[in-house]
């Protein structure tokens, strides 16, 4: 009986928390970024001196790299901060930018669109 109230736990918990979401690739592409989840992702924007911050509820690993913004240099970096990733861009001008969600193939893309 035990077992059994146990399996029936596990099966309720599995329908309150659903599986986490992942951050599976990260592309840099003309003027921004894009960033591919297994579901979809609901970011956060923020600016703080220039810097381009988006917070995302997701898990995934942590990388950097570069970019060009208006034919000008731009370093990205994904950091784990608490239970999100933070990803920031920073240039020698203050950047702004959007993103957008879409679909394709079954998972998510969030194109995020740089400028200075």
């Known amino acids: 009986m035990a077992v059994f109230a ?3 736990g596990l099966m309720i918990g599995r329908l309150v928390h659903p599986d986490p979401q992942w ?3 990260v592309r840099v592409i ?3 970024l894009e960033l591919w989840f297994d579901q ?3 970011p956060q924007v923020g600016e703080a001196e220039g810097v381009f911050l988006l917070r995302i ?3 995934g690993k942590e990388g950097s790299g570069q970019l060009q913004v208006g034919g000008h ?3 990205w970096r994904i950091v784990r901060e608490r239970r999100d990733l ?3 861009v920073v240039a020698a001008r203050p ?3 959007t993103w957008r969600a879409q679909e394709a193939d079954g998972r998510w893309r969030l194109v995020i669109s740089l400028t200075q």
């Open 95 to 97: 950047l702004q930018g």
């Open 40 to 42: 979809e992702p609901k």
């Open 57 to 59: 509820e997701s898990f």
């Open 6 to 8: 146990f399996l029936i």
């Open 73 to 75: 240099r731009a370093n």
């Open 30 to 32: 003309d003027q921004g």
């Open 23 to 25: 951050l599976r690739d």
């Open 86 to 88: 933070l990803l920031k």
